[in-house]
C-alpha cells in the first residue's frame, strides 16, 4: 500500500523559480523523510523530519510537516536545472512494519 | 568507498525461469530492504530483514523469496510464481530498522526484463 501521496505529480518550473511539493499520509508517524531520485539511478536521502518537528531546512531545502493534517512539503528555492529528479516522500510508522513506506512521488522540471 | 552494490544491472529472463539479484552492503548496517519501482511509480516493499538469518514480508512478497545467512547480504530470487516481474529492483539498508528508522542507503539498482 503507499501510505504517501504526492502532489503534484510532476511540475516544470525555470531556473530561479522556486519549487513546493507535497505529501499527504494515512497512518501515524515516527518521522518522515524525502528523496531524490535521478532518472534510472538509485534514491538518495535530502533530509528527515521527526514527528515532534514542524519544520527543517537543510540548505536550499525547506520540509514542514502538519502531524494534524498528516500532510508535509518540501521547498527547494532558487531551483537549478540540476535539481530536476522525481522526488519522494517516505513514512516511518510508529507501531508495526519496520520500514519506510514510499510514496508515488513528484517529477521536477527545472528548465534552464 | 562504502556503499552498496547491487548487481546486474541489467538482466534478461525467459517466462518460467528464476533469476536472483545480487545486494551487497559495506555499511556494517543491521537492515536491509527490497523494494520494486514500475515506470512512473513510487517504491513498493517486496522484502526486509532486520538482523542476519531473520526476514520480513513486505506488501508484495508473492512470487519473491530472499535469504539473509550473512550481514552485508540480501539476495533477491524472484521466481517464475511472479505473474509480472518486468521492473525496477532497489535495494536498501540502514543502520537499523523500525519506527526509529534513520535514513535509507539506496544501491543503484536492477532492471529486469522478462522476454
Known amino acids: 500500500s503507499q501510505q504517501g501521496e504526492e502532489d503534484p505529480q510532476a511540475l516544470s518550473i525555470q531556473e530561479g523559480e522556486n519549487a513546493t511539493m507535497n505529501c499527504s499520509y494515512k497512518t501515524s508517524i515516527n518521522n518522515l523523510q524525502w528523496y531524490r531520485q535521478n532518472s534510472g539511478r538509485g534514491l538518495v536521502h535530502l533530509i528527515l523530519i521527526r514527528s515532534n518537528e514542524r519544520e527543517k531546512h537543510s540548505g536550499r531545502l525547506r520540509v514542514t510537516l502538519d502531524t494534524s493534517k498528516k500532510s508535509s512539503s518540501l521547498l527547494i528555492t532558487a531551483s537549478r536545472a540540476a535539481d530536476t529528479a522525481s522526488y519522494f516522500c517516505?513514512?516511518?510508522?510508529?507501531?508495526?512494519?519496520?520500514?519506510?513506506?514510499f510514496g508515488s512521488g513528484t517529477r521536477l522540471q527545472v528548465q534552464p | 568507498d562504502g556503499g552498496i552494490t547491487q548487481s546486474p544491472k541489467y538482466l534478461f529472463r525467459k517466462e518460467g525461469q528464476n533469476v536472483t539479484l545480487s545486494c551487497e552492503q559495506n555499511?556494517?548496517?543491521?537492515?536491509m530492504y527490497w523494494y520494486r519501482q514500475d515506470p512512473g511509480q513510487g517504491l513498493r516493499l517486496i522484502y526486509y530483514?532486520?538482523?542476519?538469518?531473520?526476514?520480513q514480508k513486505g506488501d508484495i512478497a508473492e512470487g519473491y523469496s530472499v535469504s539473509r545467512e550473512k550481514k552485508e547480504s540480501f539476495p533477491l530470487t524472484v521466481t517464475s510464481a511472479q505473474k509480472n516481474p518486468t521492473a525496477f529492483y532497489l535495494c536498501?539498508?540502514?543502520?537499523?530498522?523500525?519506527?526509529?528508522?534513520?535514513?535509507?542507503?539506496f544501491g543503484e539498482g536492477s532492471r529486469l526484463t522478462v522476454l
Open positions: 536498501a539498508s540502514s543502520i537499523a530498522g523500525g519506527p526509529d528508522s534513520g535514513e535509507l542507503f
Open positions: 555499511l556494517n548496517h543491521d537492515a
Open positions: 517516505a513514512t516511518a510508522p510508529n507501531t508495526g512494519r519496520r520500514a519506510l513506506t
Open positions: 530483514s532486520q538482523i542476519v538469518n531473520d526476514f
